[in-house]
């Protein structure tokens, strides 16, 4: 899916909310956080990170312009009506895309980021899986052999190198039901990947430092940038 997140934080003090920082330093290359936080393209199957669907109304100016992709020394030269005016504008065009998102620390916090993929939505790519090639849909998992031994233990190339090798839609389709195949004279199985494992560990340590701050006051601004 093209485009990119752009995430940004805020902190709200007694005269309203402040902006801190964006979220795409802490992001990586997007490769993998832009699909399992959004919930698009071969992480669709996993249940959604919690969430509210649009924009708060009560935006700090300074989001605003980062948003916008204006510096924050913008403020000085727009008058309210102007930074409203430029701002609705800019929202409109996000009509077209996917729906922003906004949640609070707080609720990311208790997330459970330590799940993967339920029991559920596997039998269902099984049985009703997308025409598309299932074996992006294995990126939700690891391969394991009858020992519990994952690939990459006992196999020298890359990690993701496992997933190449199956074309065959059936053995996909038998791993996703939980059944085992034979692969390099192994008898091997899926192990769903957490969302923990799925997203850079930068990403968590931004939870943790704003945890460390004051997580009742701070939320996240996210949308999808095209």
Not at 62 to 91: P, V
Not at 178 to 200: M, T
Request: with cysteine; net charge negative; aromatic share 14%.
């Amino acid at each position: 899916m093209p485009g990119y997140i752009r995430g940004f934080v805020e902190r709200e003090f007694a005269e309203g909310w402040e902006f801190v920082c964006r979220v795409d330093p802490f992001t990586g290359n997007q490769g993998d956080f832009k699909y399992v936080f959004f919930g698009t393209g071969w992480a669709s199957a996993l249940d959604p990170v919690v969430h509210t669907h649009g924009l708060p109304d009560d935006l700090a100016p300074n989001t605003k312009l980062a948003m916008m992709g204006r510096g924050s020394n913008a403020i000085d030269r727009l008058s309210n009506k102007d930074l409203y005016d430029q701002f609705q504008a800019f929202r409109e065009r996000l009509r077209d895309h996917t729906p922003p998102r906004h949640m609070y620390l707080e609720e990311l916090l208790e997330f459970d980021w330590e799940s993967g993929i339920s029991d559920a939505n596997r039998a269902s790519l099984a049985e009703h899986g997308p025409n598309m090639a299932l074996h992006m849909v294995l990126r939700l998992f690891d391969l394991i052999d009858s020992t519990g031994t994952k690939y990459s233990e006992w196999e020298s190339e890359a990690e993701e190198g496992w997933r190449h090798k199956f074309v065959d839609r059936d053995d996909i389709e038998t791993l996703l039901r939980g059944d085992l195949v034979e692969f390099e004279d192994r008898w091997v199985s899926l192990q769903a990947r957490s969302r923990h494992e799925l997203l850079p560990e930068d990403w968590f340590d931004l939870l943790r430092l704003l945890y460390l701050d004051d997580y009742r006051d701070v939320r996240f601004i996210f949308y999808w940038h095209h």
